[in-house]
């Protein structure tokens, strides 16, 4: 049997498909040495994945931890510095042209670890259906915000962890 597809399930599977691609794609550019290509994707990437990340670590994340524990949602936040850092790299508007030492392979394995994790996390949609249904029509609300308010990913505050409460938060009744 399978679970209904939600509204909210749906855009969940939908953002972290074009998220994965265009970190791939990212991942791809910087391994292949192509800064100029980097960066503009880096970009794209950056407008691209602000929205799910602020639901994410906002709402989401907040209640994985309640309902999957504090530490796996800890685990979460921090597998979102791995991309937001390879892009804060990329992006800054000071940045010289061209690679420095040694930073192709760093960008290369903190963006695979942003590729992995946006194909990974997006498994957790079969968990959306666990929320009681006001909650998931509230996140629904909330996402909806989210990509209304349109952030980019590095724009974003790094308090996230914050959000998910003190290590003995109680599960969803």
Do not use: K, N
Not at 7 to 34: C, K, M, N, Y
Not at 47 to 52: E, I, K, T
Not at 75 to 103: I, K, M, N, V, W
């Amino acid at each position: 049997m399978t679970a209904e597809r939600t509204p909210l399930a749906e855009a969940f599977v939908i953002d972290h498909r074009e998220i994965t691609r265009g970190l791939a794609r990212l991942s791809q550019a910087v391994r292949d040495g192509d800064f100029t290509a980097s960066r503009e994707l880096a970009l794209d990437v950056d407008r691209l994945a602000g929205p799910h990340i602020l639901f994410e670590e906002q709402v989401l994340y907040p209640q994985i931890a309640r309902l999957l524990g504090r530490d796996y949602a800890v685990q979460l936040y921090g597998e979102h510095e791995a991309g937001r850092s390879a892009l804060e790299q990329l992006t800054r508007s000071d940045r010289p042209a061209g690679f420095r030492p040694g930073e192709q392979e760093e960008l290369s394995r903190l963006l695979g670890a942003a590729v992995e994790h946006a194909a990974t996390c997006a498994t957790l949609v079969s968990r959306l259906s666990e929320f009681p249904r006001t909650v998931q029509i509230e996140m629904q609300a909330r996402l909806d915000e989210c990509h209304a308010a349109s952030p980019a990913w590095t724009s974003l505050p790094r308090d996230g962890v914050a959000h998910v409460g003190p290590p003995d938060a109680a599960a969803i009744p």
